[in-house]
């Protein structure tokens, strides 16, 4: 059973993980309609096997792992991980085919200070990676005039990669800011392993990863940070990243406060 859910999973992660390279894949995201519907239709189909080879897993990690050599145990861990990085793939392709369909942008007014705190609360409850978030912001709210959930995602993608590429121990801080009148400044700091200067200008390309097995082995497909951007665009606002390898790092997010 174990075997054969390996040989699936391996299958389905080499079609997605390798074939959709970024070479292959970019001029078919960003071209044409068919193609478009294309990837929005496949991502789709591919939500159910993913869906049966997490409940499997989940149902062989209950019932059989007592029994489990150690290997098969960690054989199982790696599954559950490959299994997590596909639905993470899935779910960032179809965000962005659905990013390509013309809509009109949506704007309600909430206070960024209670979504960055709530968002936090939330990712520090994962059970994968359990960790202290802190947020720093002043004592008013701040308000913003976006679609909340997409700047709930905004910071989910941030955080997430912050969590990802660094130390369970190392902080992860949320600051949030204004600048001048017109402008507010979320920041999203970690105190992880950094990146280079030299792939800082490409972070927000699709498929881009640092490095590609060290990204791979955390879960990455390199679709994050090109949302994260979609996302400041759709509001004409900025996001970069300042970082020092070994350091830790810093993305910036500029949104326009609309009164
Ligand atoms: P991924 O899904 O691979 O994390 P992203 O688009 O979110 O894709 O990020 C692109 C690459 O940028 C990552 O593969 C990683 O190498 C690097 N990266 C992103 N955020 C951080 C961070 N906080 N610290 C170090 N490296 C990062």
Do not use: C, W
């Not at 970024?22 to 960003?30: D, F, H, T």
């Not at 098969?72 to 179809?94: A, G, I, P, Y």
């Not at 060290?214 to 940070?225: I, P």
């Amino acid at each position: 059973m174990l075997a054969l859910l390996g040989l699936a999973v391996f299958i389905l992660s080499v079609i997605m993980g390798e074939r959709l390279s970024r070479k292959a894949l970019k001029p078919v995201i960003q071209n044409m309609e068919s193609q478009k519907k294309f990837i929005a239709d496949a991502s789709h189909e591919l939500r159910t096997p993913i869906s049966i080879f997490s409940a499997s897993l989940e149902v062989l990690e209950k019932e059989e792992k007592s029994k489990m050599s150690s290997f098969s145990r960690e054989t199982l861990e790696e599954l559950k991980d490959e299994v997590r990085q596909m639905k993470t793939l899935v779910s960032h392709l179809l965000t962005l085919a659905k990013e390509q369909e013309p809509q009109g942008i949506h704007r309600e007014s909430f206070s960024i200070n209670e979504l960055a705190r709530k968002t936090a609360r939330q990712f520090e409850q994962l059970s994968h990676n359990p960790r202290t978030i802190k947020v720093i912001a002043p004592s008013n709210d701040l308000m913003v005039k976006a679609d909340r959930g997409r700047i709930k995602e905004l910071l989910q993608l941030l955080l997430d990669n912050a969590i990802k590429y660094s130390e369970a121990s190392s902080p992860v801080e949320i600051r949030l800011k204004t600048q001048g009148k017109s402008m507010l400044v979320i920041e999203i700091k970690d105190e992880g392993e950094g990146i280079p200067p030299a792939d800082l200008p490409f972070l927000f390309d699709r498929f881009y990863r640092v490095e590609k097995g060290r990204s791979r082995h955390q879960g990455g497909a390199g679709l994050g940070l090109s949302i994260a951007k979609e996302i400041t665009d759709q509001y004409a606002g900025s996001i970069d990243a300042e970082s020092q390898p070994g350091k830790g790092t810093t993305f910036r997010v500029k949104l326009p406060i609309l009164a």
